[in-house]
């Protein structure tokens, strides 16, 4: 692969992917990730849609119908959230 910090389009396409921002710091070059939050956050406008709900289904088991299932295939540790979310 090319490298990412010359072609600022990776970032782009890591974001769209869901790469973790740490990874994109690195890959891009960064010192700090408040350059890479500053220069590509307005790529990831809805990050936050969903946030406090997929949290209450992983603490508490409740959740909008449909939401458990977004959870659990979202979720980095599968394992551990779908022993605390009761279905």
Not at 64 to 80: C, F, M, Q, R, Y
Request: hydrophobic fraction near 35%; charge should be positive.
């Amino acid at each position: 692969m090319r490298e990412p910090r010359r072609f600022p389009r990776y970032a782009s396409m890591f974001i769209n992917q869901g790469e973790n921002l740490k990874y994109v710091q690195s890959q891009l070059g960064h010192a700090s990730i408040t350059t890479t939050v500053d220069r590509y956050g307005h790529l990831m406008p809805d990050a936050h849609v969903g946030a406090s709900e997929r949290l209450d289904a992983t603490l508490f088991g409740s959740s909008p119908a449909g939401l458990v299932d977004t959870v659990l295939t979202s979720a980095p540790h599968k394992e551990k959230v779908r022993s605390s979310v009761s279905l």
